[in-house]
């Protein structure tokens, strides 16, 4: 499975963002999927996660209530809607396929994408 994120750019703080995850082979739907973040001088962090169906989903705490993560697997696309974005959500945004294990591990996940910078001005 190869992955490749966009939709990254710079946003002023209380603006929306929508990365999307293009994935490419024909299991694509039946991955769940993860998007992580990593800062400057941080490790990479677990943002979000949905189900191979779409049926459940998963937010780290500091997202919940403003991001959004969905799926479309007729395009073979996972998506994460970000909305009131805040200076702190400053990363590289990474799409991950999960593998096993605990959506929140960075370890259960097995294949990556190359990452798409998101900067949040103040």
């Known amino acids: 499975v190869q992955l490749q994120a966009s939709g990254g750019g710079l946003v002023q703080a209380g603006g929306s963002l929508r990365l999307s995850c293009a994935a490419s082979?024909?299991?694509?739907?039946?991955?769940?999927m993860g998007w992580f973040r990593q800062a400057p001088g941080k490790e990479r962090e677990f943002v979000a996660a949905?189900?191979?169906?779409?049926?459940?989903?998963y937010y780290a705490d500091s997202v919940k209530g403003r991001f959004t993560i969905s799926r479309d697997n007729a395009k073979n696309t996972v998506y994460l809607q970000m909305n009131s974005l805040k200076p702190e959500d400053t990363a590289v945004y990474y799409c991950?396929?999960?593998?096993?294990?605990?959506?929140?591990?960075?370890?259960?996940?097995?294949?990556w994408g190359q990452g798409t910078q998101v900067t949040v001005s103040s």
């Open positions: 991950a396929t999960h593998g096993s294990g605990s959506f929140y591990y960075i370890q259960s996940y097995s294949y």
């Open positions: 082979g024909r299991t694509f739907s039946s991955y769940a």
């Open positions: 949905i189900s191979w169906s779409g049926g459940s989903t």
